[in-house]
């Protein structure tokens, strides 16, 4: 004896010794399979007996026998054991090929070795005429507007195997897909209506038809309204300590989530549940219904306020099934609201300023000339001087560094402002013919200029031939303000006492520019100061 074999007999036995009685085995948990005439229907034999439906396959190999039994006939029971030329037995299920009207009815199986017998619950069969392609009985089925949705083939357990035959028919005349589920990817208000789905069976060479008809309905969708705490959030309330004071937490959700949200107090991680005498307390909880939102409201009430209440969070806690949120209020005494949020912010204040004050000083002269290069600015439209810049070397009776000043005012400068910058330089040794440099004409020559730049590299100018230059160009810079300086200082002065008192207040200025080995570059720092001094001129 198999193993499988004593496994059901003793499954069998604990059931119940039922003995051949149908009406041993109750009518309750029925099912109900729908079909119209002309089509094929199966109706499974489930054991109501059991909990879970048994293994059957292998009961007539152990001496066990299906029978089916139907009410429909009014003089009986008939007893369905075998193959017949419309009903037959397939194993455990009962097939109609096809059903008829008076096919009808309830169906029960019983499973049975000769002694015992195990009924299964009541199969309703339900077979309609058929009046058109489509059900009077329709499943169900909707979806938003613009969301997708797959539409299953219902209650086609029993053929999972033949899916993939299934057709789909729109309002029951258009053919519209060929598989197991027909799937929308976007629902539109074109897209509702009937569905059929129609699987083909072959039996003895004639083709039936199984049906299921859908009915499709689309609706606007609707953006659930999710839980928020409206107030408090974080806020700031000034009493008079010995008062009484309501203070209201406000939540809104959408209607149907109200049963399931929850607020409620907490003042130091305690709940403010009132026991009657106490100072602070909340009230019950009210909710307001307007439309498809709810607003939940709980109170708290101070019957006096004291000062251990004040600067302290009083918390307002919203509990919904996938949100927490919390509100703040701090209280304080009416007429020393607290200041240090105004401190800060001055302080704050006073910081930027600082800060912006510091990079413009730091970055001015990058400033000026983005600013200038944007709007294209050229100051020298707008007087009538012939150059932009009068150039006078300071000269040291060091010939060597003589020779190496000369270099910088005589062919440096003049080879970046003037060639790379389009300034026009006034250049005395370059410029002034021969035997031309009559006082009148050293000072014809200054006036025609915007700028004075100054090439200070030694200490040794007590008898410099260009002192006389040097005073006029002064004079019209400090005393007549008709030209402005620019000091170069090529070489550091270790000693100014010697200088004259003008040149000692320029070099104390902020127009004085140091030469240094890296200012060989035309983007160095020495050039861009040099034409922030200069006048504004479109490159």
Known sequence: MSVKYLTLMTFIC????????????????????????????RLRCKLCNASTPLALSDLQTHGFNISWFSNASKVGHVQFSGNRSRITLEGTSLGFWPTFVNDSGNYVCSVSNGTYNIMSAVTTLNVKKNKGLCHDDVYPFSQHIGRSIMLPCPKLEDYSDKKENIIWLKDCTENVYTGDMYTIQKVQEESTGLYMCVLPLQNDGVQYNVTRTLNLTAKEYVEPFEPKLIYPIDEQIELELGGKKELECKAVMGKEAADFCLLYWNFNHNYLISSGDDEVYEGHNRIITEDNRASMIRTLVFVRIKREHLNKAFKCVLICHDTQQIGNIILLEKGKGDTAPVVLLLIMAVAVCIIVTVVYVKFKVYFVLCFRDFISRDESLEDSKEYDAYVLLLKSNDALLSANEETFALE??????????????????????????????????????????????????????????????????????????ILIEYNPVRDVTFLPQSLQLILRSNRRVKWKSTSLSQNSYFWKKIRYLM?????
């Open 14 to 41: 604990c059931l119940g010794r039922i003995q051949g009685d149908l009406a041993k085995c109750r009518f309750f948990g029925s099912t109900t399979v729908l079909t119209r005439e002309g089509e094929h229907a």
């Open 412 to 485: 440096l400068l003049p080879a970046i402002l003037e060639e790379k910058f389009g300034y026009r330089l006034c250049i005395f040794e370059r410029d002034v013919l021969p035997g031309g440099a009559s006082a009148n004409d050293m000072l014809s020559y200054i006036n025609k200029c915007r700028r004075l730049i100054i090439i200070l590299c030694a200490e040794c100018l007590a008898e410099n031939s260009s002192m006389y230059e040097l005073m006029t160009g002064l004079h019209q810079a400090l005393v007549n303000r008709l030209i402005k300086p």
């Open 535 to 539: 006048p504004a001129k479109h490159i």
